[in-house]
């Protein structure tokens, strides 16, 4: 393994920290051991430690126990701490700069890059776990530079959810919901039926363009060029949906939460939520389904992929690295993936465990397919480029929705604006 200077290594961690807190881009390396710094603890036994974004999870949790099982069977105790999810990426970089990260580390695929290019991560060709068996759709949410960081441990992603009466009401059957034009003419007899279109997420955060981009890829649109004709065509779909009342002014406000708490309130036809909102489905009192978001033309949108990756932090002793390896693949392995995936609400990753999981459930066969056409955020190679791009894309949402831009004239802005923070 090839090591990195640790001075310049603590400042790479530095930037980064930044990065996380402010948008900054940390600079690239190689990850590496520093293995003359003195190893203090030693591979093979002893304890393990593993860090997750799951703190509603206790000792008594199904996920808590596959640590500890996994950590058994690699003849190890495993010492695991959940934390918040932007806490955990913090922590997780300053611990890295300190020389004492977690051995296990289970972090936001759109993380992942930030943490590779400032030294924290092996690659899977250092670690030798195979990801094979992964789509590599997926993956690719993992992948920088040519390597890949880690393995996903599942996937959510976005849909439509629909309330069956408002839709017979209005006479519109979901099945012939296939493109944006069949999507606005239903959204048009909903109104004109008494009833109220969709709602969605623009609120200028990420989660406004987390829910945007099927729409933005739907059309054909790269995140590379936001101002093209097919971006524009996306954000003037969202901006005619709110000027002609077919979804509410409130969606310039709204997060993936309060979306759907309107959805809840059974008087739209469509929600546009995830995977995580289906226990919360069951409890609306009222009839729904779910159909993939259609892209422009027909077919399957690629929706973003939400999710966590395992990944292995770079130690000072790299010999640890063969424990970790084995917790990793415990954990990913298709025995242990089902249980894991179905506790934290997840498509999982490989094509066996999918199908394992629509057997079981049938109501997750859309959200299988929404995830086999789901695209990872810092994927094209974009890495530690994609927030920067994707401020730009939201600010430009809310310029539109608002009236006080034309889709075109804020995504010309927006464009300008990435190419030059991303040069």
Known sequence: MESLDRGRRAACLGLA?????????????????????????AAGGGTYTIWDPYPQFDDSSEWVKLLTRCGTQAGVTVKRTGYDTTDLTNKALLAAQQGNPPDVLVVDNPVVSTLAEAGVLTSTDETEIDTSAVTPNLLAAGRLGGKTYGIPIGANTLALY????????????PASVKDWASLTAALQKVKAAGKKGITFAAIGTEEGSFQFLPWFWGAGAELTK????????????????????????????????????????GEYAFGENGTWQLANAKKTGFDYGIIPIPAKDGGTAPAPTGGEFVTVPVQRDASRHVVSQKLVTCLASTGNSLTTDTTLSYIAPTEQVQ?????RNPELKVWVEAVRAAKGRTGDNLGTKYPKISEPMWKAMQAALSGSQSPREALTAAQTTAASAVQ
Do not use: M
């Open 17 to 41: 920290a930044l990065a996380v807190a402010g948008g900054l881009t940390a600079c690239s390396g190689s990850s590496g051991a520093d293995s003359a710094a003195g190893a203090s603890r």
């Open 162 to 173: 629909y309330n069956k009466e408002v839709l017979d009401k209005a006479g519109v059957d």
């Open 226 to 265: 936001l101002d093209s004709p097919q971006g524009v065509a996306a954000l003037s779909l969202w901006t005619d949906w709110v000027k002609k009342g077919y979804a509410p002014n409130s969606v310039i406000n709204n997060t993936q939460t309060t979306s759907w708490q309107e959805f809840a309130t």
């Open 355 to 359: 199908a394992e999981q629509v057997e």
